[in-house]
C-alpha cells in the first residue's frame, strides 16, 4: 500500500499519515505507475491529481496494469474539506476506502485490438492481449450458492451478463454499470472500487471529525479535470464539508450508498458526463434510485456538465442529517428501515431489495409454515392464537432475501421492495386461519385449509383411509396410532 503526498499540499496536512511519502508533484505520476506495476493499492494527494487522472489511467491500462488500484485526491478536494475537518482526515479516510476496496481482484478480460508501445510488448508481452474490466467482483461465492432460491442479479442485469449459481460474469458483454451490485440482497456482488464497505469506511472517518450535514458527490472520473477547476474558479467555498467519490459509472453508486450516506448526514449528488449518459448502459437504474431517495436528500435527476455540477454545489443547502444510534448497513441491512423512519418517510416503494414486505394472496395461501420456516431471520413466524393460526411478520427482522417467496408451494406469497412506516415495531399479520386440532387430544397441528387441501389430495390418490386418518394427528399420538396398530413390533424375546 502506497500513500504519496506531494509537496505543494503537505504543509497543508497537521499530521501526516505514518504511511506518507511526500514527493515532488511532477514525480508522482511515474511513482503511481511504478506501484501499479508491483501490483499495490496506491493513493496520491497533490495539486491536479484529478487532471492527470485520465492520463494515468490510459497509461496503465496499456502496460497492463489494474487501474482500479489507485485513488487520486485533489488537493482542492483537501480546501474544501479543510474548514470542516482536517486534510489528513480525508487522506487517511481515502486510505481506508481503498484498503477495503475490491481493485485486487479485479477481472481480466483479453483485448486483441489493443495499441501497446514496443517496450511494453518486450517486458509484458500479457499486456499486449489483456485489460481489467470494469466488473461485478462476487465476494463470497459458496454463501451465494446456498440460496438457491435467489436469481435477483441475473435477472436484474439489463445486458445478460450473468448466468449460473452462482452466477459467471460475462466481461465482454458486461459495460460495467453496476445494477446487479443493487440487486443481490446480500450484498455478494461488489465493483472493483467504493463498495459499501469501503464507502462506508470513508463517511465515518470523515463523521467521527465533523457533526455538519455535508454532500457526497459520485462523479464520472471523465468529469475531474474540468471539475478541479471548475471548483477553484469558485469564488466562495460551500459552506459545508463534500466527499468527493469518482466512479467509473454513476451505477457503481447504487441505492444503499445511497441510504448510507443519508445516514452518516449526507446528501446525495451524481454526476455524470453528458456524452456518456447519452449511451448510458444501465436502463435508467440511477435515475430511479435518485428518485426514489430525493426524501433523504438525494437530488432527483443526474447532473449532466461540470458547470451544472459547480453551480449545484456552490448553490446547495444540504437536508440531511447525522442519526443517531443507526448502525452501519455493512453490519446491519435491517437498519435501513430505521433510516427510512428517522426521515420521516411514511411508504415508499423501491426497485432493489433496500426493505421488503410479503404480500400474500389469501385465495391461495393456506396457512401452512413453509414460509416461515424457510426464513432465515425470523422475520416471518407462526403464531397460534386461542383458535387461530397466524403467519406473522416483524419488517424490522427482514433482509429482503426473497426466501419466503421461494419457499411458498402454493404461489401465494410475493415479496415486494416497500416501505411502510406503519407496520414498524408491530407485529403483522399476514394471513390467518382456523386452528385444525389433533382428532386425540386436541393439540393445535396446523391450520384447518391446509390439512383440509392434503386430505383431498389423499383421497384422490386412493390412499388407504388410515393413512387419512393420521393426517389429523398430532406428531405424538401418531406414533400411539403406529403402535396400535403393531408397527412396532417388541425387541428381544
Not at 506531494?6 to 496536512?13: H, I, Y
Not at 446456498?146 to 460475462?170: M, N, T, Y
Not at 455493512?330 to 411508504?347: F, P, Q
Request: net charge negative; aromatic share 6%.
Amino acid at each position: 500500500m502506497a500513500l504519496l503526498v506531494g509537496s505543494d499540499v503537505a504543509g497543508m496536512l497537521s499530521e501526516k499519515p505514518a504511511a506518507a511519502q511526500v514527493v515532488e508533484p511532477d514525480r508522482i505520476a511515474d511513482l503511481v505507475l511504478a506501484y501499479l506495476d508491483s501490483g499495490e493499492v496506491t493513493v496520491a494527494a497533490y495539486g491536479g491529481a484529478w487532471r492527470e487522472y485520465e492520463e494515468i489511467i490510459v497509461e496503465a491500462r496499456k502496460r497492463g496494469l489494474n487501474p482500479y488500484l489507485y485513488t487520486p485526491v485533489d488537493a482542492v478536494e483537501l480546501e474544501l474539506l479543510a474548514p470542516h475537518a482536517s486534510p489528513g482526515t480525508l487522506l487517511a479516510a481515502k486510505y481506508a476506502a481503498a484498503l477495503a476496496s475490491m481493485a485486487g481482484k479485479a477481472l481480466t478480460r483479453a483485448t486483441p485490438r489493443k495499441a501497446v508501445d514496443r517496450r511494453t510488448l518486450l517486458t509484458n508481452p500479457l499486456a499486449a492481449v489483456v485489460e481489467y474490466a470494469p466488473a461485478p467482483i462476487l465476494l463470497n461465492p459458496s454463501m451465494c450458492g446456498s440460496w438457491k432460491h435467489c436469481s435477483a442479479c441475473v435477472e436484474a442485469c439489463p445486458h445478460g451478463a450473468l448466468e449460473g449459481k452462482p452466477p459467471q460474469v460475462d466481461v465482454y458483454k458486461c459495460t460495467g454499470c453496476g445494477v446487479c451490485t443493487a440487486a443481490c440482497p446480500f450484498g455478494l456482488l461488489l465493483m472493483p472500487k467504493y463498495n459499501i464497505k469501503a464507502y462506508d469506511y470513508l463517511l465515518d472517518k470523515i463523521r467521527r471529525e465533523t457533526r455538519e450535514p455535508g454532500v457526497a458527490v459520485a462523479v464520472c472520473t471523465s468529469m475531474l479535470g474540468a471539475l478541479s477547476e471548475g471548483l477553484e474558479s469558485l469564488g466562495e467555498r460551500p459552506g459545508y464539508p463534500i466527499v468527493f467519490v469518482p466512479v467509473e459509472c454513476p451505477g457503481w453508486f447504487t441505492e444503499f450508498h445511497m441510504l448510507l450516506s443519508a445516514a452518516r448526514g449526507f446528501d446525495v449528488l451524481v454526476a455524470c458526463d453528458d456524452a456518456r449518459s447519452e449511451r448510458c448502459a444501465d436502463g435508467g437504474a440511477v435515475e430511479r434510485w435518485l428518485e426514489e431517495m430525493e426524501p433523504l436528500g438525494a437530488r432527483r435527476g443526474v447532473i449532466g456538465s461540470v458547470d451544472e455540477l459547480v453551480e449545484e454545489l456552490a448553490g446547495h443547502r444540504p437536508r440531511s442529517r447525522v442519526l443517531e444510534g443507526v448502525e452501519s448497513l455493512v453490519a446491519d441491512k435491517t437498519a435501513a428501515y430505521r433510516i427510512l423512519a428517522a426521515y420521516g418517510v411514511e411508504r415508499a416503494r423501491f426497485s432493489s431489495p433496500i426493505v421488503a414486505h410479503p404480500l400474500i394472496d389469501e385465495d391461495r395461501c393456506l396457512v401452512c409454515d413453509a414460509c416461515a420456516n424457510m426464513c432465515p431471520y425470523r422475520a416471518i413466524q407462526v403464531e397460534y392464537t386461542g383458535d387461530e393460526k397466524r403467519i406473522v411478520f416483524n419488517a424490522e427482522e427482514c433482509t429482503a432475501c426473497g426466501a419466503c417467496q421461494a419457499a411458498c408451494p402454493y404461489g401465494a406469497l410475493r415479496l415486494e421492495y416497500l416501505f411502510d412506516k406503519s407496520i414498524l415495531g408491530k407485529r403483522e399479520v399476514l394471513a390467518r386461519d382456523e386452528v385444525a386440532r389433533c382428532r386425540r387430544c386436541g393439540r393445535p397441528i396446523g391450520s384447518m385449509k391446509h390439512l383440509k387441501l392434503l386430505e383431498k389430495q389423499l383421497r384422490e390418490s386412493g390412499v388407504d383411509e388410515w393413512v387419512i386418518e393420521q393426517l389429523w394427528l398430532c406428531q405424538e399420538c401418531k406414533v400411539k396410532s403406529l403402535i396400535e396398530r403393531g408397527f412396532y413390533g417388541q425387541r428381544g424375546g
